[in-house]
């Protein structure tokens, strides 16, 4: 087969993500990823394939794909060379180059699937900064919401209601839950407050069923192999799952979020739209579609019936992930109320 010239788009997508991981202290990760390079001029069908994909390569996250399906190889024990790599014994990029592209030339037929479906990258660490705005807004609209969740995944964070957390030694949820969160914590701890979750749903495109092992396996390749505590957070979601599923709709975003931002709304209630680490996979279409639908909400929400917008999101500038809040009929402005780690580790919070 011979060589296809890659798109400078799928080549901008992979360094992007590999600098990103490295960034997040997740070098394993970002050497894997940066090994995809190699394989763009390389004769395998994944290589020709990811050298010939759109330009939407980095909405699609197209490095994570084949990185889940390389790391699924791995956990199943299914080709030993990848060990020294997902250890952190072997670091030196020229050596893993080729290492992985023998792999994926051995596993061609395993891999190329990966390819068809966005990655599941959903992770309960990243529901401190969600319940921490949730406390924020409880005492400027009142402690009742309904949680709408873009870009659920397996529903693992549309199961927020359900965890523990101690947030810079501000506690929330039920103590017994088998999830506790519990992020080092920058900066004034989140205010004190109550939160009831009225009901919750979320919606993704292509979603996960934590109660079916093969499944639940999948999502755990997704899983960096830099944070093994990750694992052990999928255990317990799939242990909250197997009690209640997280209810999920099979949807794209911007259709589900037009049809929640419309549907009946309890008195009393702040109508919430959510979402972690998904903005940058969306097309930006999509995106403005999303931001036009919440502000004209915003627009008719009265002092009952609120809405409010929170995200977890990265800033492609400086890395940063970002946790910002808007909320009506107070004006939507935004207050941008800390960062956090792109999986949960840490929080700073800014005490606003």
């Known amino acids: 087969m011979e060589p296809i010239a890659p798109s400078a788009r799928v080549i901008q997508a992979i360094e992007w993500q590999a600098d990103y991981a490295v960034r997040n202290h997740a070098p394993i990760t970002g050497r894997v990823v940066r090994a ?103 005492g400027r609209l009142g402690p009742r919401f309904e949680l709408n969740e873009l870009g659920a995944s397996a529903g693992v964070n549309t199961m927020i209601d359900r965890f523990a957390f101690d947030l810079g030694g501000v506690m929330a949820g039920p103590a017994d839950s088998p999830m506790h969160i519990v992020p080092q914590w920058n900066g004034p701890p989140p205010p004190v407050g109550a939160v009831e979750i009225t009901a919750i749903r979320g919606c993704d495109r292509a979603p996960l069923d934590l109660t079916d092992r093969a499944q639940a396996d999948r999502l755990k390749a997704y899983v960096w192999a830099d944070a093994p505590e990750r694992m052990a957070r999928i255990d317990a979601a799939v242990a909250l799952a197997r009690i209640m599923p997280p209810r999920i709709d099979r949807c794209d975003a911007g259709d589900w979020i037009a049809a929640r931002l419309i549907a009946p709304q309890a008195a009393d209630t702040t109508r919430v739209v ?35 917008w929170v995200r977890l999101e990265t800033n492609r500038t400086t890395f940063r992930h970002e946790l910002s809040v808007r909320y009506w009929p107070d ?12 999986h949960g580790a840490w929080v700073e919070w800014f005490g606003l």
């Open 36 to 138: 995809q390079l190699a394989l763009l001029q390389g004769p395998t069908r994944v290589g020709q394939r990811l050298a010939q994909w759109p330009d939407s390569a980095m909405e699609d996250a197209l490095p994570l794909r084949v990185a889940g399906g390389l790391h699924a190889l791995h956990l199943a024990r299914r080709d030993g060379r990848l060990a020294p790599i997902y250890a952190g014994t072997l670091t030196d990029q020229q050596a893993i180059d080729p290492l992985i592209g023998a792999v994926v030339a051995d596993h061609d037929d395993i891999l190329l699937p990966w390819l068809d479906g966005p990655p599941q990258t959903n992770e309960a660490g990243r529901s401190a900064s969600i319940m921490a705005a949730l406390l924020w807004l409880s």
């Open 274 to 308: 959510y979402h972690s680490i998904v903005w940058q996979y969306l097309p930006e279409a999509t995106r403005a579609a999303i931001t036009a639908g919440i502000e004209a909400a915003g627009a008719v929400a009265t002092a009952s019936r609120r809405l409010a």
């Open 331 to 342: 004006g939507g402005d935004e207050h941008v109320l800390g960062t956090a780690h792109a």
